[in-house]
């Protein structure tokens, strides 16, 4: 059964930094593209990045590049997503999501950017 | 950037009746491979997403086959062929042929009437 997991999130000062993870199981985590989808409280689905099965191509929503970064360990079946300078936007459920078009996700992780 | 339009934002159904959501695309999402990557999600209360149709017309795995994807180019639709309690939610369409950015719709919140 494929499972995703994502982990690390909290209550963080604007300006602030917080890694998240995503821990796969179920399946060959290196065959497969991932990415990060977020939904702001109350609103829709918004995609954030996406990384290729090696790592070679990363790719982010206009919204946090330069403050985002993606990044995935093969070898620990992990995907991550490094955010600095958070703003009080950023505040959402955070997704990870298995393939370019989202076939499976996890149960998502809180953001909480706030003074 | 893909601009995804849904309609209605609110579908207020009643149980066993049809129900029907349109997705519009600002430009046609025929992918140069020639594959369209029109995608469905449900979103039930309090849950994760979950996707109901890959690639405008193909149900994934469990989903029930009262759900159907259709369309082409830039207008798609999802029908849920009779609506049962556990529909409700919102659905979203999201498309994968001209990204980054990957985009959705805005969603369409299914009730029962």
């Known amino acids: 059964e494929v499972q995703l997991v994502e982990s690390g999130g909290d209550l963080v000062q604007p300006g602030g930094s917080l890694r998240l993870s995503c821990a796969a199981s179920?399946?060959?985590?290196?065959?497969?593209?991932t990415g990060w989808v977020r939904q702001a409280p109350g609103k829709g689905l918004e995609w954030v990045a996406n990384?290729?099965?090696?790592?070679?191509?990363?790719y982010y929503v206009d919204s946090v590049k330069g403050r985002f970064t993606i990044s995935r360990d093969n070898a620990k079946n992990s995907l991550y997503l490094q955010m600095n300078s958070l703003r009080a936007e950023d505040t959402a459920v955070y997704y990870c999501?298995?393939?370019?078009?989202?076939?499976?996700w996890g149960q998502g992780i809180l953001v909480t950017v706030s003074s | 950037d893909v601009v995804m339009t849904q309609s209605p934002l609110s579908l207020p159904v009643t149980l066993g009746q049809p129900a029907s959501i349109s997705c519009r695309s600002s430009q046609s999402l025929v992918y140069s491979d020639g594959n369209t990557y029109l995608n469905w999600f449900q979103q039930r209360p309090g849950q994760s997403p979950r996707r109901l149709i890959y690639m405008v017309s193909n149900r994934d795995s469990g989903v029930p086959d009262r759900f159907s994807g259709s369309g082409s180019g830039t207008d798609f639709t999802l029908k849920i062929s009779r609506v049962e309690a556990e529909d409700v939610g919102v659905y979203y369409c999201?498309?994968?042929?001209?990204?980054?950015?990957?985009?959705f719709g805005q969603g369409t919140r299914l009730e029962i009437k």
């Open positions: 999501a298995r393939e370019i078009n989202c076939g499976h």
């Open positions: 990384i290729k099965e090696d790592g070679s191509q990363k």
């Open positions: 179920g399946f060959t985590f290196s065959s497969y593209w």
């Open positions: 999201m498309q994968a042929s001209h990204w980054p950015p990957i985009t």
